[in-house]
Protein backbone atom coordinates (compact mmCIF):
# COMPACT_ATOMS: atom_id res chain seq x y z
CA UNK A 1 0.00 0.00 0.00
CA UNK A 2 1.42 4.00 -1.28
CA UNK A 3 1.85 5.35 1.89
CA UNK A 4 3.86 7.93 4.09
CA UNK A 5 4.65 6.36 7.47
CA UNK A 6 5.21 8.32 10.64
CA UNK A 7 6.32 7.84 13.81
CA UNK A 8 5.67 7.64 16.96
CA UNK A 9 2.32 8.98 16.60
CA UNK A 10 2.06 10.48 20.19
CA UNK A 11 4.44 11.62 22.26
CA UNK A 12 5.22 13.03 25.60
CA UNK A 13 8.75 14.40 26.07
CA UNK A 14 10.36 17.06 28.63
CA UNK A 15 12.25 20.72 27.55
CA UNK A 16 15.78 19.96 26.04
CA UNK A 17 15.42 16.06 25.39
CA UNK A 18 16.68 15.42 22.20
CA UNK A 19 13.85 13.88 19.98
CA UNK A 20 13.85 12.21 16.48
CA UNK A 21 10.23 11.94 14.54
CA UNK A 22 10.87 9.65 11.81
CA UNK A 23 9.10 9.71 8.52
CA UNK A 24 9.19 6.92 5.39
CA UNK A 25 7.29 6.51 2.08
CA UNK A 26 7.00 3.47 -0.20
CA UNK A 27 5.93 6.04 -3.79
CA UNK A 28 10.06 7.05 -4.84
CA UNK A 29 8.44 10.34 -4.28
CA UNK A 30 11.31 13.22 -4.82
CA UNK A 31 9.51 15.69 -3.00
CA UNK A 32 8.97 15.41 0.97
CA UNK A 33 8.11 17.89 3.46
CA UNK A 34 7.28 18.42 7.14
CA UNK A 35 4.25 20.67 8.39
CA UNK A 36 3.22 21.86 12.01
CA UNK A 37 -0.38 22.32 13.02
CA UNK A 38 -1.93 24.55 15.54
CA UNK A 39 -5.14 25.66 16.26
CA UNK A 40 -5.62 28.94 14.70
CA UNK A 41 -2.56 28.95 12.92
CA UNK A 42 -3.28 25.99 10.10
CA UNK A 43 -0.64 24.46 9.03
CA UNK A 44 2.68 25.96 8.59
CA UNK A 45 5.52 24.56 6.46
CA UNK A 46 8.92 23.54 8.58
CA UNK A 47 11.31 22.20 6.34
CA UNK A 48 10.98 20.89 2.31
CA UNK A 49 13.53 18.61 0.26
CA UNK A 50 13.29 18.96 -3.36
CA UNK A 51 15.69 15.13 -3.26
CA UNK A 52 18.39 13.10 -1.71
CA UNK A 53 20.63 15.59 0.31
CA UNK A 54 18.49 18.39 -1.00
CA UNK A 55 16.92 20.53 1.85
CA UNK A 56 15.45 23.69 2.38
CA UNK A 57 13.83 26.03 4.95
CA UNK A 58 10.09 26.44 5.42
CA UNK A 59 8.18 29.42 7.20
CA UNK A 60 9.03 28.19 10.56
CA UNK A 61 12.39 26.25 10.52
CA UNK A 62 13.97 27.52 14.19
CA UNK A 63 13.92 24.45 16.05
CA UNK A 64 14.53 21.89 14.02
CA UNK A 65 16.72 19.88 11.80
CA UNK A 66 16.19 17.32 8.69
CA UNK A 67 18.08 15.23 6.97
CA UNK A 68 17.75 13.64 3.57
CA UNK A 69 20.59 10.36 3.35
CA UNK A 70 17.42 8.18 1.66
CA UNK A 71 14.92 9.10 -0.65
CA UNK A 72 12.37 7.34 0.80
CA UNK A 73 13.34 8.64 4.59
CA UNK A 74 13.02 12.41 5.72
CA UNK A 75 13.21 12.44 9.79
CA UNK A 76 12.54 15.61 11.82
CA UNK A 77 14.95 16.34 14.73
CA UNK A 78 14.38 18.71 17.32
CA UNK A 79 18.01 18.85 19.19
CA UNK A 80 16.30 20.87 22.02
CA UNK A 81 12.98 20.99 22.30
CA UNK A 82 10.84 23.69 23.78
CA UNK A 83 7.10 23.64 25.22
CA UNK A 84 6.09 26.05 22.22
CA UNK A 85 6.97 22.96 19.96
CA UNK A 86 3.98 21.22 21.27
CA UNK A 87 1.80 20.34 18.14
CA UNK A 88 0.56 18.14 15.58
CA UNK A 89 3.29 17.85 13.45
CA UNK A 90 2.77 16.13 9.67
CA UNK A 91 4.65 14.95 6.85
CA UNK A 92 3.82 14.59 3.03
CA UNK A 93 5.74 13.62 -0.24
CA UNK A 94 4.73 14.48 -3.83
CA UNK A 95 6.43 13.53 -7.07
CA UNK A 96 8.23 16.74 -7.89
CA UNK A 97 6.68 16.71 -11.26
CA UNK A 98 3.65 19.26 -11.27
CA UNK A 99 0.18 17.60 -11.18
CA UNK A 100 0.32 15.43 -8.18
CA UNK A 101 -0.62 15.80 -5.60
CA UNK A 102 1.02 15.19 -1.73
CA UNK A 103 0.56 11.90 0.37
CA UNK A 104 0.37 12.90 4.09
CA UNK A 105 1.09 10.51 7.55
CA UNK A 106 -1.22 10.39 9.88
CA UNK A 107 0.24 12.84 12.17
CA UNK A 108 2.52 12.92 15.14
CA UNK A 109 1.08 14.79 18.28
CA UNK A 110 4.08 15.86 20.33
CA UNK A 111 4.11 17.56 23.76
CA UNK A 112 6.84 19.20 25.20
CA UNK A 113 6.57 19.84 29.33
CA UNK B 1 4.13 29.45 -3.26
CA UNK B 2 1.03 31.31 -2.16
CA UNK B 3 -1.95 30.76 0.55
CA UNK B 4 -5.55 29.97 -0.23
CA UNK B 5 -8.29 31.65 2.08
CA UNK B 6 -11.24 29.40 2.46
CA UNK B 7 -14.41 30.65 3.29
CA UNK B 8 -16.83 30.02 5.07
CA UNK B 9 -14.57 29.24 8.19
CA UNK B 10 -17.05 27.00 9.50
CA UNK B 11 -20.35 25.50 8.03
CA UNK B 12 -23.13 23.15 9.59
CA UNK B 13 -25.63 21.48 7.35
CA UNK B 14 -28.18 18.28 7.84
CA UNK B 15 -27.50 15.38 6.26
CA UNK B 16 -28.41 14.79 2.34
CA UNK B 17 -28.21 18.39 2.08
CA UNK B 18 -24.98 20.32 -0.34
CA UNK B 19 -22.35 21.92 0.64
CA UNK B 20 -20.31 24.26 -1.22
CA UNK B 21 -16.98 26.17 0.12
CA UNK B 22 -14.96 28.43 -1.62
CA UNK B 23 -10.92 29.52 -1.82
CA UNK B 24 -9.97 32.59 -2.89
CA UNK B 25 -5.96 33.02 -4.22
CA UNK B 26 -4.12 36.40 -5.23
CA UNK B 27 -1.54 34.95 -7.95
CA UNK B 28 -2.06 33.32 -11.36
CA UNK B 29 -1.63 29.05 -10.93
CA UNK B 30 -0.64 25.97 -12.69
CA UNK B 31 -3.02 24.27 -10.38
CA UNK B 32 -5.24 24.26 -7.29
CA UNK B 33 -5.69 21.38 -5.00
CA UNK B 34 -8.69 20.20 -2.59
CA UNK B 35 -7.89 18.59 0.11
CA UNK B 36 -9.64 17.08 3.46
CA UNK B 37 -8.62 16.74 7.00
CA UNK B 38 -11.05 13.95 9.55
CA UNK B 39 -10.32 15.60 13.06
CA UNK B 40 -6.22 15.15 14.04
CA UNK B 41 -5.77 12.86 11.12
CA UNK B 42 -3.45 13.30 7.75
CA UNK B 43 -4.55 15.64 5.37
CA UNK B 44 -5.91 13.53 2.24
CA UNK B 45 -5.69 14.77 -1.40
CA UNK B 46 -9.31 14.85 -2.67
CA UNK B 47 -8.90 16.43 -6.54
CA UNK B 48 -6.45 18.76 -8.68
CA UNK B 49 -8.05 21.17 -10.69
CA UNK B 50 -5.22 23.04 -13.94
CA UNK B 51 -5.94 26.52 -14.79
CA UNK B 52 -7.08 25.69 -18.48
CA UNK B 53 -10.09 23.39 -16.58
CA UNK B 54 -13.02 25.25 -15.54
CA UNK B 55 -14.65 22.43 -13.72
CA UNK B 56 -13.93 18.99 -12.55
CA UNK B 57 -16.03 16.06 -10.82
CA UNK B 58 -14.76 13.02 -8.75
CA UNK B 59 -17.50 11.16 -7.22
CA UNK B 60 -19.90 13.54 -5.07
CA UNK B 61 -16.79 16.13 -5.38
CA UNK B 62 -17.19 18.74 -8.01
CA UNK B 63 -15.09 21.26 -7.92
CA UNK B 64 -14.90 24.58 -10.20
CA UNK B 65 -12.07 27.07 -11.48
CA UNK B 66 -12.52 30.75 -12.34
CA UNK B 67 -9.05 31.91 -12.66
CA UNK B 68 -10.33 35.64 -13.72
CA UNK B 69 -11.77 35.89 -9.93
CA UNK B 70 -9.34 33.74 -8.86
CA UNK B 71 -11.16 31.64 -6.65
CA UNK B 72 -12.43 28.08 -6.27
CA UNK B 73 -15.67 26.31 -4.81
CA UNK B 74 -15.82 22.51 -4.19
CA UNK B 75 -19.29 21.28 -3.97
CA UNK B 76 -20.22 18.03 -2.17
CA UNK B 77 -23.56 16.99 -3.10
CA UNK B 78 -25.59 14.50 -0.89
CA UNK B 79 -23.28 14.81 2.44
CA UNK B 80 -23.24 12.12 4.96
CA UNK B 81 -22.36 12.28 8.31
CA UNK B 82 -18.51 10.90 7.31
CA UNK B 83 -18.17 14.42 4.91
CA UNK B 84 -17.27 16.28 8.39
CA UNK B 85 -13.97 16.99 8.16
CA UNK B 86 -11.89 20.30 7.37
CA UNK B 87 -11.22 21.09 3.93
CA UNK B 88 -8.29 23.11 2.52
CA UNK B 89 -7.46 24.48 -0.76
CA UNK B 90 -3.79 24.59 -2.22
CA UNK B 91 -3.24 27.06 -4.75
CA UNK B 92 -0.09 26.01 -6.72
CA UNK B 93 1.96 28.44 -8.45
CA UNK B 94 4.58 26.41 -9.77
CA UNK B 95 8.37 26.97 -9.92
CA UNK B 96 8.97 27.34 -6.17
CA UNK B 97 10.37 24.46 -4.69
CA UNK B 98 8.74 24.96 -1.29
CA UNK B 99 5.54 23.45 -3.13
CA UNK B 100 2.38 24.04 -1.06
CA UNK B 101 0.86 26.34 1.63
CA UNK B 102 -2.82 25.39 3.16
CA UNK B 103 -4.54 28.25 5.19
CA UNK B 104 -6.71 27.48 8.01
CA UNK B 105 -9.66 25.49 6.28
CA UNK B 106 -13.64 25.01 6.31
CA UNK B 107 -15.00 23.10 9.40
CA UNK B 108 -17.44 21.08 7.72
CA UNK B 109 -20.02 19.77 10.19
CA UNK B 110 -23.22 17.08 9.11
CA UNK B 111 -25.66 16.92 11.11
CA UNK B 112 -27.60 13.56 11.24
Known amino acids: EAQVTQNPRYLITVTGKKLTVTCSQN?????MSWYRQDPGLGLRQIYYSMNVEVTDKGDVPEGYKVSRKEKRNFPLILESPSPNQTSLYFCASSFWSEGYGYTFGSGTRLTVV | SQQGEEDPQALSIQEGENATMNCSYKTSINNLQWYRQNSGRGLVHLIL?????REKHSGRLRVTLDTSKKSSSLLITASRAADTASYFCAPYSGGGADGLTFGKGTHLIIQP
Open chain 1, 27 to 31: MNHEY
Open chain 2, 49 to 53: IRSNE
